[in-house]
């Protein structure tokens, strides 16, 4: 005999005697005097379908009792059930009740502990502290991985979609790093023979110089003789002019970093010079002087250093993590912490090919125009790389991802208050989306928040399912036995 059928005769007994039953329409079961059952009552389907202590405490029975001064258990009709959910979805004891979306008659499975312990029971029952348990209707706990909420607990846990769809990822790629000298523009100024300076111009270290400006007056041995032979040369009526052998004698000036204007001077004058005029060989910032009037220079010595400035490189320090998002010829804007609001535009032109073992970053080297001479080298600066692809790619919000290490899932509002679990493939990140490249289509609507707890919920019930499929397994008969909850004589 199954459940119902086994209350069926327990109301008919109890009609039979006479005795009395509960009506109760709150959320909570309280004892309320009514009338006794008839035998027409328990016909037209008024039947008790288990007892109540009649003191309102949690005890219960699907037979008939009696306490143990006597008196009689009070019956509790499908009607007059505990709502164990939503007010608007007033659940019966192991009876048919309609669905909130209205599609049909649902029945309770079993019931679940009211604070998520591991326990269900196949008919009603309250645990230790008076708290009834929930009922779990068919479906609610489908196999196809979906968990399903009431819209009260919906409402109540602010549970927020939006559909996904196709948005260009930005991210920046933040980075440190510092101003230095561009190599290609550094000249140094020595001389290739021994050498006497009898004269040096008013230029200083950190002086500004350009193309063609005197430096220094110097008298060479090796140079004037050069100079004379190359006078001669162009002066010989047998040589006419400057032949072979004048183009050798001018090379050999060249070879001895004479300045072209010098030597184009001597061509001219068709004299030898016996004090040459060094000129600076580019624009930019003296970096070191060592030249002194008088002194006797060496081949090799560096006497003075010059760098142009109007390029400069920044050489910023990016994270491991950020080098598959930048490549060479990206743009880059370089801000520098001496000039608050101004902005420098860059370009990526060098990726170093190796890794910092102990800061975890690989140095980027961004050329960086600078007109008005406003970076100097050292300067501390902070580089900005704008990553990412120009095409849309499809998106939801970083909030949706429930990421637990090995793997990343989102849940898919299906509607009905059904949520689905997808596990999806991530891409970029960026301006609070992430690319999503495989497990949703455009415009499934995915949960922005709360989902942690639709996740929570999902795990539970797949944990109370197993437990209430296990506890139906080893106690087939628990369905015609009594309530263990308190059910003492």
Known sequence: MNRLGLAGAAAAIVAAAGATFIADVGPRLRPIEGPVISAAAAADGCAPIYFQDPDGKPFYSLAPRKTADGRDYRGVPAGADVSFDDKEQPPSVAAEVKAADGNGPRKIKYYRNPMGLPDTSPVPKKDSMGMDYIPVYEGDDSDDGSVKLSPGKIQRTGVKSEPAELRRIRTLVRAPGTIQFDERRVSVIAMRSESYLQKVADVTTGSRVVKGQPLMEIYSPSVASAAAEYISTINSPVTGGVGLYGRGSRQRLMNLDVPEPVIVAMEKSRTVPMIIDWSAPRDGIVLERNAIEGMRAQPGDVL?????????????????????????????????????????????????????????TARVRIELPNADFALLPDMYVDAEVATGSQVPVLAVAESSVLDTGSRQAILVDRGQGRFEPREVKLGRRGAGYVEIRDGIAKGDAVVTSANFLIDAESNLKAALKGFAEAGASQTPEASGSEMSMGDRP
């Open 304 to 360: 003075f250093r010059i760098a142009d400035v109007s390029l400069v490189w920044a050489l910023v320090d990016v994270a491991e993590r950020d080098l598959g998002s930048i490549a060479i010829g990206q743009p880059v804007t370089v801000r520098a912490r001496s000039y608050p609001g101004r902005q420098f535009e860059g370009k990526i032109s060098v990726i170093y090919p190796q890794v910092n073992r102990d800061t975890r």
